[in-house]
């Protein structure tokens, strides 16, 4: 099935599709990068680790329990029934799994110096706290610093964006790509994406005076989605998480869905 979206899929950003969709669009965006690059350039993937707070399917194991209430047949011994309450909530404990992510360093090939580093921002990079986003916040500032352009791509509607120096807010939209040349900073060029709208095609700036290489996000996506069959594990007729779509969007979704056959 190809991908129904004419841009971002909302459905990919299920804590449990996530990591696979992230890890294979850093691995086209790589190939993609890399027959453009040569032979002065090289892109490489390099990969990290972040503790993220994903739905699970634990496997049953033994335990050892603190406390055991063990059943032994006893002549003459009379139960007693005791009414037991049902609870009325049941929920899902939050737990934290080590969970593999990737970023693509463009380094020269004379010297192996960095010249440009591109983020798809995970949900450890946007979680508000000191080990999520004030970390990332703390490495985008040394990667800035360091005289390095930086490409950052937020395909997640949740969690805290980039920090910007601007007294206005961002526009309304679910995504966002943020683009930091080192020879500009700390100007940064921000393309909002539309639920509606394809992915735009964003540009990867080496040394001067070579020219930009380019990066076409929808033509990514696309292929991913396709390769990787998440029509087979996606549920279109639920709501996307999270649940924060404006209302014109909101409608905008169910009419495509509809519109498409993914919806009654």
């Avoid at 639920?238 to 404006?246: R, W």
Wanted: charged share 20%; glycine share 4%.
């Amino acid at each position: 099935m190809e991908p129904p979206f004419p841009g971002m899929d909302p459905y990919l950003e299920l804590p449990r599709l996530w990591p696979d969709v992230h890890h294979r669009m850093i691995t086209v965006m790589c190939d993609q990068l890399q027959t453009q690059l040569v032979p002065h350039y090289i892109a490489q993937i390099t990969p990290y680790i972040a503790m993220e707070q994903i739905e699970i399917a634990l496997p049953r194991r033994a335990l050892v329990p603190d406390v055991g209430v063990y059943e032994r047949d006893t002549p003459g011994a009379v139960g007693v029934a005791a009414a037991i309450d049902a609870p009325p909530l049941t929920g899902t404990a939050v737990v934290e799994v080590p969970t593999r992510y990737a970023r693509i360093e463009i380094r020269a090939i004379n010297d192996e110096t960095l010249i440009t580093a591109i983020e798809l921002l995970s949900p450890v990079n946007k979680r508000p706290g000191v080990d999520g986003a004030d970390a990332y916040a703390k490495k985008r500032q040394e990667v800035l610093m360091s005289g390095v352009h930086l490409l950052e791509i937020d395909l997640l509607r949740g969690g805290r964006r980039p920090p910007l120096a601007r007294p206005d807010p961002l526009p309304a939209a679910p995504y966002f790509v943020f683009l930091c040349r080192a020879e500009r900073w700390p100007e940064v060029a921000i393309w909002p994406c539309a639920l509606a709208r394809p992915l735009p095609t964003v540009p990867v700036p080496l040394r001067r005076p070579d020219p930009d290489v380019a990066l076409p996000l929808t033509q990514v996506l696309h292929q991913v989605y396709h390769n990787a069959r998440y029509d087979l594990q996606v549920d279109y007729r639920a709501a996307p998480p999270p649940p924060d779509l404006a209302p014109e969007e909101a409608a905008w979704l169910d009419a495509h869905l509809r519109q498409c056959g993914l919806r009654a």
